[in-house]
């Protein structure tokens, strides 16, 4: 009875938040977003990006909450009509306020009583053109904003800060590099050891191998992120963003350590024999030994709502989009008829994802390997063919970190860009990987921990430094040729047309790439979507969440609409909430089991399997 009354506590919990977006949803769609939807947009589409754009402004007010933000205002300036005015607006604020301005978010407050919605749009966009920094030392955004209680003009300029959501994730990587005495580093060698199967034991309870586990993360992982979210943040932070972009990958390593090894130690073996592990295991079970069983329940139940959020928008939906909008570039069939790659996508996923997590490993070992080699050789056959540039572009991105000509406002721009892309690139603190990992075979959950830290390495580290290189040595994000991809986030495209640039063929081969990319990356969020979805709602109801996925996987073929594919992105981010506080709090025992486990590999007690 328990058991019964525990699965409709979370069903309703999950259906309050389903109910909670409609409601918002229903209001909006005939005014509020009206003006940002094409006429030709479905109904339905219209309806679904209301919704999941209150619930985008939501997170992003959380997520996006600026910490150390300076912002100057100036109220009852001349009315703003054109370029000219609008740059008096803005020298007559520096001049008052005593700030650069040159890097700081621009917003253009406009009366509605005088200015339509269409006038304003029309200014933003000239606004655009004349302010708004194309190269890689912008930044800054610009906006024109109608209010409705606006008696005259005004101009704002902001910094951002610094989102709570980078320094959340930044603290946390940096506590557990501290925390676990710098696992990151010196656990490195050993990692690659067991990856390679030299301690794998046929007879550990699991269901995959050390590499199997590895390799479905990354396909997890190694995707999108590094083709366009890497070429954007050059584009938008400047070379000195691949330096930030590198440390928190290699700071997230440790992130990664704690949240898998705690994914294996509070695994639990179903009754159809699939394991059950990750976030939503340590965190129940985890905490309720600390005496914190309630805490746990909710980060728990929360943790499980975004997973299935963020498995179906930026785990599927927003893969799908994206590598459609390569493919259209070189396949015109695609270009027209948009929706039969939806469905070419859903039979290649649903063959994968109705056999489970043995499948989904069987055939991630194989892609994960052949995607990333062909991507890293031809990053690495352009870098060759710009040898002698090379430390030039190293010169750069270390140089640019730091952003002293551009002031503290820039330097912030560039340190959160390159923070962010990373999260989202390698995952780190999120606590995805971590139901994966959960699934291999093992005696002890501090190995598989150790094998989880090769995944911000190999994702970030290696691959996400390969793509910004080539992006500035090529010179594409600072070509102006490329500042409407730019303008457009279109990193896909903009990696495509950098590579294009020194091999004519390869857009041929980078869109093979991406379709393996996010099709790597969907199969794996199938399993981390559906492994929280059996937690809340038991194991008969798998092929519900699956079928609900591959909708999603078809959807993605047709929706176009920017809230939808931000939906994903922003829950995917909000996981790191409720795991990083449940990793912080479980990090001693973490400490205890790693200190026992590197004595014993010191003094030669484990076995080896060569």
């Known amino acids: ?49 209301a919704g999941a754009g209150h619930v985008v402004s939501a997170l992003d007010a959380v997520l996006f909450f600026p910490v150390n933000k300076t912002t100057v205002e100036q109220s009852g300036v001349a009315p703003v009509t054109d370029a000219a005015s609008a740059q008096a607006a803005v020298e007559a604020l520096a001049a008052s306020s005593g700030e650069a301005l040159g890097e700081m978010t621009l917003t253009f407050t406009v009366p509605a009583a005088t200015v339509t919605a269409e006038q304003a749009k029309a200014l933003a966009s000239t606004l655009e053109q004349a302010l708004e920094p194309k190269g890689p030392a912008g930044t800054r955004a610009l906006t024109v904003e109608r209010s409705e209680s606006a008696t005259g003009y005004a101009v704002t300029a902001s910094d951002g800060g610094i989102p709570f959501v980078a320094l959340w994730l930044f603290l946390g990587a940096v506590f557990f590099t501290f925390r676990m005495g710098f696992i990151n580093f010196r656990a490195f060698r050993h990692a690659i050891e067991v990856t390679r199967g030299k301690f794998d034991n046929p007879d550990d309870e699991g269901e995959v191998s050390h590499f199997q586990a590895l390799a479905s993360a990354l396909s997890a992982t190694v995707g999108l992120g590094n083709i366009a ?31 898998c090894t705690l994914g294996q130690k509070y695994r639990e073996r179903r009754p159809d024999g699939s394991v059950l592990g990750g976030p939503i295991q340590y965190l129940s079970k985890g905490l309720a030994e600390k005496k914190m069983g309630g805490l746990g329940k909710v980060l728990a139940v929360m943790f499980a709502i975004l997973c299935v959020g963020g498995s179906l928008g930026g785990g599927n939906t927003f893969q799908v989009n994206q590598s459609l909008g390569v493919l259209k570039e070189q396949v015109p069939l695609f270009a027209e008829h948009g929706w039969l790659y939806g469905v070419l996508m859903v039979v290649a996923v649903g063959v994968v994802i109705v056999g489970g997590i043995k499948r989904i490993a069987g055939t991630a070992e194989k ?130 047309r950098a590579m294009a640039s020194e091999i004519s063929w390869f857009p041929y081969i980078l869109m093979v790439a991406v379709v393996l990319f996010a099709y790597s990356t969907m199969i794996s969020w199938s399993y981390y979507g559906e492994r929280c979805w059996v937690w809340m709602f038991g194991d008969g109801s798998s092929k519900y969440y ?6 999603f996987v078809f959807l993605g073929s047709v929706v176009t609409a920017t809230n939808i594919l931000n939906f994903g992105d922003y829950m995917i981010l909000s996981m790191a909430f409720p795991n990083i506080l449940g990793v912080f709090i479980l990090s001693g025992s973490v400490k205890k089991d790693l200190d026992e486990y590197m004595g014993n590999l010191k003094a030669g007690k484990f076995k080896r399997y060569e």
Do not use: Q
């Open 367 to 496: 892609i994960v390997p052949l995607m990333c080699g062909v991507y890293v050789l031809a990053c690495l056959y352009i870098l060759g063919n710009h040898l002698g540039d090379v430390p030039e572009a190293f010169g750069r991105i270390v140089g640019e970190a730091f952003t002293p000509e551009a002031g503290y406002g820039g330097f912030l721009g560039v340190l959160v860009t390159g923070i962010r892309r990373a999260a989202f690139s390698n995952e780190a603190g999120v606590g995805s990987a971590a139901i994966a990992h959960s699934a291999a075979r093992t005696e002890y959950p501090v190995r598989e921990g150790i094998v989880a830290l090769l995944e911000p390495f190999i994702d970030t580290v290696i691959v996400c430094t390969m793509t910004g290189l080539v992006i500035v040595i090529t010179g594409a994000f600072e070509n102006p040729a490329n500042y409407e991809l730019i303008a457009n986030s279109n990193g896909a495209a903009l990696t495509s």
């Open 546 to 551: 699956k079928a609900l996925f591959l909708l």
């Open 1 to 49: 009875m328990l058991a019964v009354t525990e699965r409709i506590r979370r069903l309703a919990t999950l259906c309050t938040a389903l109910f909670a977006m409609l409601a918002l949803a229903l209001p909006a769609t005939a005014e509020a977003r009206a003006d940002e939807a094409s006429e030709d947009t479905p109904a339905f589409v219209r309806v679904i990006d």
């Open 229 to 259: 979210g890497v070429a954007i943040a050059v584009a938008v932070g400047g070379p000195g963003a691949v330096f930030w972009l590198i440390a928190a990958g290699l700071l997230g390593m440790s992130s990664k350590f704690v949240e």
